[in-house]
């Protein structure tokens, strides 16, 4: 049999690293194998792996525009959302020919687009929909029950999609995959407030790193002790945006010349931001808490028994949060706390967390249990290739 080829279609920031997980399990057992990624949503680096193909721009929405969010459809209709969608249909059908299976990573919408165009066997990787947030509506499922497989997030999902006749199973969490191992040995300082900072993939990183900056020096002004915060960079944001955001906020900025691991480091008052590029296990695994504005991240961040701590939105409380937050903190359950957007408010209550031991452990055992172990990755490759072996045969 010819070396399989297999097109990996993602349509989310976070699913980009779930789905570059499954394509390193699928070069370890099988490295002749030919790999391709499409992006339904967002532009990937030039130097991503797999190699990105077919048509692709990033939206004003950043793709969040689950549950129909119709202000960030409006947004990307006009930024030219539909054009994009049109030429991606199209340049799926010609790959028909190109490629022997193909792995949806994402939402139902990611694996109907690939089971309509692409008409090849797929494998579905469900990372959007858990049942401790939504169940899958009957059209869903009758999208999902035309997948070869569906790997489901967690068992409680698996169990109700198998009853409701997809072919679903439950082999780990493939979002704990890319975590489960540092990549960087980080200098953390034993005698501070070690924290991580994800603030996220899309446009609004370079604010939240700000807000974030500001309410850490105030717990290094009111505890006083050092704070030194792993700042965990995305593949798409620019780390030149964010000491700029720093320096805005009176940081002394420095940068390095290194193009992984600590790019750049910000001093003000007591608080030190590290900034670090491909380091995001690392991060996590050094802090004592990860304070996030991030989707796939916080989800990580509470899956390695990390308290995970999100800010409310302006206009918001910690009691009434916008739909994208409310559906974080339904699935992450008290692994999540949510803090008060003022920044006095917010370090009061982190200040209190980070002297509750008792609390800091119930987040931890609950982002355990809601996120599960990891694995998936490879029983997702192996799945895949196995389907090509029995196809080709």
């Known amino acids: 049999m010819s070396a399989p080829r297999i097109l990996l279609?993602?349509?989310?920031?976070?699913?980009?690293?779930?789905?570059?997980?499954?394509?390193?399990?699928?070069?370890?057992?099988?490295?002749?194998?030919?790999?391709?990624?499409?992006?339904l949503v967002g532009n990937p680096p030039a130097d991503a792996w797999p190699p990105t193909v077919g048509p692709r721009a990033a939206m004003p929405s950043g793709g969040l525009v689950t549950y129909w969010n119709l202000r960030n459809v409006i947004r990307d209709v006009r930024a030219g959302l539909l054009g994009l969608s049109l030429a991606q249909f199209s340049f799926l059908r010609r790959q028909r020919s190109a490629f022997d299976a193909a792995i949806a990573v994402g939402d139902i919408y990611c694996l109907a687009v690939c089971l309509w165009f692409l008409r090849l066997p797929?494998?579905?990787?469900?990372?959007?929909?858990?049942?401790?947030?939504?169940?899958?509506?009957?059209?869903?499922?009758?999208?999902?029950?035309?997948?070869?497989?569906?790997?489901?997030?967690d068992a409680a999902t698996a169990q109700a999609l198998v009853r409701a006749?997809?072919?679903?199973?439950?082999?780990?969490?493939?979002?704990?995959?890319?975590?489960?191992?540092?990549?960087?040995?980080?200098p953390r300082d034993p005698?501070?407030?070690?924290?991580?900072?994800?603030?996220?993939?899309?446009?609004?990183?370079?604010?939240?790193?700000?807000?974030?900056?500001?309410?850490?020096?105030?717990?290094?002004?009111?505890?006083?002790?050092?704070?030194q915060a792993f700042l965990a960079l995305a593949p798409t944001v620019a780390a030149g945006d964010l000491t700029a955001a720093l320096a805005a906020e009176q940081f002394d900025v420095s940068k390095t010349q290194a193009a992984v691991g600590i790019?750049?480091?910000?001093?003000?008052?007591?608080?030190?931001?590290?900034?670090?590029?491909g380091g995001l296990?690392?991060?996590?695994?050094?802090?004592?808490?990860?304070?996030?504005?991030?989707?796939t991240g916080n989800e990580q961040a509470a899956g390695l028994g990390k308290p995970v701590v999100a800010a409310a939105g302006p206009g918001e409380s910690p009691?009434?949060?916008?739909?994208?937050?409310?559906?974080?903190?339904?699935?992450?359950?008290?692994?999540?706390?949510i803090?008060?957007?003022?920044?006095?408010?917010?370090?009061?209550?982190?200040?209190?967390?980070?002297?509750?031991?008792?609390?800091?452990?119930?987040?931890?055992?609950?982002?355990?249990?809601?996120?599960?172990?990891?694995?998936?990755?490879?029983?997702?490759?192996?799945?895949?290739?196995?389907l090509i072996r029995r196809r080709c045969a």
């Open 9 to 39: 279609v993602s349509n989310g920031f976070g699913e980009m690293a779930i789905l570059a997980s499954i394509a390193r399990a699928i070069a370890a057992r099988e490295p002749a194998a030919q790999l391709a990624h499409l992006p």
């Open 122 to 153: 797929v494998l579905f990787v469900a990372t959007a929909k858990s049942e401790h947030v939504a169940t899958h509506g009957p059209f869903e499922l009758a999208i999902a029950r035309r997948a070869c497989a569906t790997f489901a997030r």
């Open 165 to 186: 006749g997809v072919r679903a199973r439950y082999a780990g969490n493939a979002m704990m995959d890319g975590v489960a191992r540092p990549e960087l040995d980080l």
């Open 191 to 227: 005698n501070a407030i070690v924290v991580a900072l994800l603030p996220g993939s899309r446009a609004d990183a370079a604010t939240n790193v700000r807000d974030a900056a500001r309410r850490l020096v105030l717990v290094a002004q009111q505890t006083g002790r050092r704070v």
């Open 263 to 277: 790019v750049a480091s910000a001093r003000r008052k007591g608080a030190e931001l590290l900034l670090v590029r």
């Open 281 to 295: 296990a690392a991060a996590l695994c050094a802090a004592d808490v990860v304070l996030g504005q991030s989707g």
């Open 319 to 337: 009691n009434s949060v916008g739909w994208y937050r409310m559906r974080q903190q339904r699935l992450l359950g008290d692994a999540l706390a």
């Open 339 to 386: 803090f008060p957007s003022d920044d006095a408010a917010y370090a009061r209550e982190l200040m209190a967390l980070l002297s509750d031991p008792e609390r800091m452990r119930r987040m931890a055992d609950a982002g355990r249990e809601r996120m599960g172990a990891p694995g998936a990755s490879d029983a997702i490759a192996a799945a895949a290739l196995e």
